[in-house]
């Protein structure tokens, strides 16, 4: 698990691909200390699993469907990707739990800066959207970030200048292609009820449509 809250700033050195996966070599500084072979780095909101460590970086597999369903597959060498080591339990939550399977990818479809931030708007597909609130956390490459607007098609947020200027997203542009990882609660709740609501509807005559037609 992560928190959203990002580490360090890295660079793609080396990255190659085939039979069915790729693997990355990612050169960087602060997420090396206390890290060890098979520890977990979130690259870009994706949770990546040390392969090899090295004194200034640290190669990871990244599997196939990881590739289609994220945007570290438009990666190339140079690129530069958000980094955080696997939160401890000691340490504070600063940003909201985050698990680095990526939701879906969305699109920068406008940047606007102002005195006080920077608002990006960013299309999603329709089955990310259904989990997006007002006020609620989205993972956006990996950083912790609060929904300030959200319609059928859009969401935005408003990103302060420390967290411009310490993530990638000060590299991003228009069309910009982003992961997107939607807060946990809204997916298990759903989960829960669809699973209780389908058990009434087989095993009662008591439904969910019943209670609410009778002030439940």
């Known amino acids: 698990m992560f928190t ?7 660079v793609l050195e080396k990255f190659s691909t085939g039979n069915g996966f790729g693997v990355m070599e990612i050169k960087c500084s602060e997420v090396l200390k206390e890290t060890r072979v098979g520890d977990s780095i979130a690259t870009n909101g994706v949770c990546l699993t040390v392969k090899e460590k090295y004194s200034d970086s640290f ?6 469907e990881t590739l289609e369903k994220s945007n570290l597959g438009n ?7 958000n ?9 504070r939550l600063g940003g909201h739990i985050v ?11 406008s940047i606007k800066e102002e005195s006080n931030g920077t608002w990006f708007t960013i299309s ?5 959207l259904r989990y997006i609130i007002y006020k609620g956390s989205i993972g956006i490459d990996g950083i912790s970030l609060t929904v300030a607007y959200v319609d059928d098609e859009v969401f935005k947020v ?8 310490n993530t990638i997203l000060s590299y991003k542009k228009v069309n910009s292609k982003v992961n997107l990882e939607c807060d ?3 997916k298990y709740v759903e989960k829960l009820f669809g699973g209780k609501e389908k058990e009434e509807n087989e095993n009662s005559n008591i439904t969910m449509e019943f209670l609410r037609k009778n002030g439940f």
């Open 184 to 186: 946990l609660i809204g």
């Open 75 to 81: 990666l190339k060498a140079g690129d530069k990707v």
């Open 83 to 91: 980094l955080e080591r696997a939160l401890r339990l000691s340490d």
């Open 99 to 109: 698990s680095g399977h990526i939701d879906g990818v969305g699109k920068i479809v």
């Open 124 to 128: 999603a597909p329709e089955e990310v």
């Open 4 to 10: 959203g809250i990002i580490e360090e700033v890295g």
């Open 59 to 64: 190669k990871a597999e990244v599997m196939g």
């Open 158 to 165: 408003s990103v302060i200048p420390h967290t411009i200027d």
